[in-house]
C-alpha cells in the first residue's frame, strides 16, 4: 500500500502544535492560537514556540532588544539584492535573498539566535525587494526603532511611514494566526533538509521553494480575485451561484484539515469588527462569506465547509492596503518563525528523513548489447 504525499503518515512528534480538524482546534504548545492572537503580541509567541513558554517582562525586554539589533541586514546581503533580477518573481527573488543570509556568519550564536536573527531579518529582506520592484529606492539603513513591533516594522519598511494601530493590530493578528500549522509541505521540507544537519539557511531556503508553490503559498491572492470579480453586493449570491452550478470552487472556502469553522478565520473576523465597519471591502467580504456558506450548504449538503484562514487573509490584508503580490512573501514572513521552531526541534532529536518508493517500473530479464 502506498500512502501517496504522505496523508495520515505520523513522521515526527512535536511539542510546537496541536490540531483538530474535527473539532476546529489549533494549539501552540498548549494554548489556543486564537487566543494568543487576541492576548499576546508576535514576538511574545515566537518566543512561546522557539522557547516553550511565555516571557516573563525581564524576559521579554532582552529578547525583544536583541530582535531589533538583528533587523540590520548585514552588507553582503544588501549587495546581493541589488544583483538579483528585477524581472524574476517575488517568492523567487525572496528565495534567492534569503539563501544569502548564509554569508552572515553565525559562529559562536546559539540555533534559537540564528531563528531570531533570520525572523527580524524578513521585513527588510521582503520590503526591499518589492521596493526595488516597483522603482522605488531601497532602505538599507533601518532605524533601530524599538517602539516598532515585528507587524509595525514590517508596514513602516513597506511604505516609509508609521502605520496605523488598526492596521499593525490586523496585520499581528494575521501574523500569529499563521506562525505554525504542524508537518505541512513547507515545515515538512525544512524538517527534512534539517535532519541531514545542514544548516538552518539551507532549510528555510528550501521551505519557501516549498511555499512559492500554488497549492501552498497561493491562496489569499486567489481570494482577492474572487472578491475582485463579485465586485458589489448586488452580484454576491448570482456569481456564486453560477460558480457552484458550474463545478467551481470557492477559494477561501473549506480546508484539507479542518471539518468544521478553521479557529483562526474566526479569530480574524473577530479582528475584522475592530477594523472600519464602513470599509466596503470588508462588508463585501462578509457578505461574501454568509452567502458562500449558506449556497454551500445548499449544493454539497453534508459537507460542512466555511472560511478558511486565506478568506479572511485576503479581506484583511487588502483592508490595510496590502498588494496582493506581498500576500505569499508575508506568508512567508511569519511561518518563519514556524519552520525555525521545527529546524530547532529536529535538531533536538534528530534522525535523517529516508521513506521509500514503490518501484512500479518494469524488469527486463536481459539486456541485449549490440
Not at 181 to 189: D, E, R
Not at 196 to 214: F, H, N, Q
Not at 256 to 273: M, N, V
Request: net charge negative; aromatic share 8%; glycine share 6%.
Amino acid at each position: 500500500m502506498v500512502d501517496k504525499g504522505l496523508k495520515g503518515v505520523i513522521a515526527a512528534e512535536t511539542e510546537l502544535s496541536f490540531i483538530d480538524g474535527d473539532q476546529g482546534i489549533l494549539l501552540y504548545r498548549g494554548y489556543e492560537a486564537k487566543q494568543l492572537a487576541v492576548r499576546y503580541s508576535f514576538e511574545e509567541v515566537a518566543y512561546l514556540l522557539w522557547c516553550g513558554s511565555l516571557p516573563t517582562p525581564a524576559e521579554l525586554t532582552a529578547f525583544k532588544a536583541k530582535w531589533v539589533r538583528y533587523r540590520q541586514l548585514p552588507e553582503p546581503v544588501i549587495h546581493c539584492l541589488k544583483q538579483i533580477p528585477s524581472d524574476m518573481d517575488l517568492m523567487s527573488q525572496l528565495r534567492t535573498a534569503v539563501s544569502s543570509l548564509g554569508m552572515k556568519p553565525f559562529e559562536g550564536t546559539p540555533q534559537a539566535d540564528h531563528a531570531i536573527a533570520i525572523t527580524a531579518m524578513m521585513p527588510a529582506l521582503i520590503a526591499n525587494l518589492y521596493r526595488a520592484q516597483s522603482g522605488q529606492p531601497l532602505m538599507t539603513s533601518i532605524p533601530a526603532n524599538e517602539s516598532l513591533n515585528h507587524a509595525a516594522h514590517y508596514l513602516y519598511m513597506l511604505t516609509g511611514e508609521l502605520p496605523s494601530d488598526v492596521h499593525v493590530n490586523a496585520l499581528e493578528a494575521y501574523m500569529i494566526l499563521t506562525m505554525e500549522h504542524g508537518l505541512n509541505a513547507s515545515t515538512f521540507t525544512a524538517r527534512v533538509i534539517a535532519s541531514t544537519e545542514s544548516d538552518i539557511v539551507s532549510a528555510l531556503t528550501g521551505a519557501i521553494g516549498a511555499m512559492k508553490g500554488p497549492l501552498h503559498g497561493g491562496a489569499p491572492s486567489a481570494v482577492t480575485d474572487m472578491l475582485e470579480a463579485i465586485g458589489a453586493p448586488e452580484r454576491v449570491e448570482p456569481w456564486l451561484r453560477e460558480q457552484l452550478e458550474q463545478r467551481r470552487r470557492l477559494m477561501g472556502f473549506g480546508h484539507r484539515i479542518y471539518r468544521t469553522k478553521d479557529p483562526r478565520a474566526e479569530a480574524l473576523k473577530q479582528r475584522i469588527g475592530l477594523m472600519e465597519s464602513h470599509d466596503p471591502w470588508l462588508n463585501l467580504a462578509l457578505l461574501v462569506e454568509d452567502t458562500a456558506v449558506r449556497l454551500l450548504a445548499e449544493y454539497k449538503p453534508g459537507r460542512e465547509l466555511y472560511t478558511n484562514v486565506e478568506f479572511y487573509a485576503a479581506a484583511i490584508m487588502r483592508a490595510i492596503g496590502m498588494p496582493s503580490e506581498l500576500f505569499t512573501p508575508t506568508f512567508t514572513a511569519t511561518r518563519t518563525v514556524g519552520w525555525t521552531a521545527h529546524i530547532l526541534e529536529q535538531a533536538g532529536d534528530n534522525v535523517i528523513y529516508r521513506p521509500e518508493a514503490k518501484y512500479v517500473g518494469p524488469r527486463h530479464s536481459s539486456v541485449n548489447v549490440s
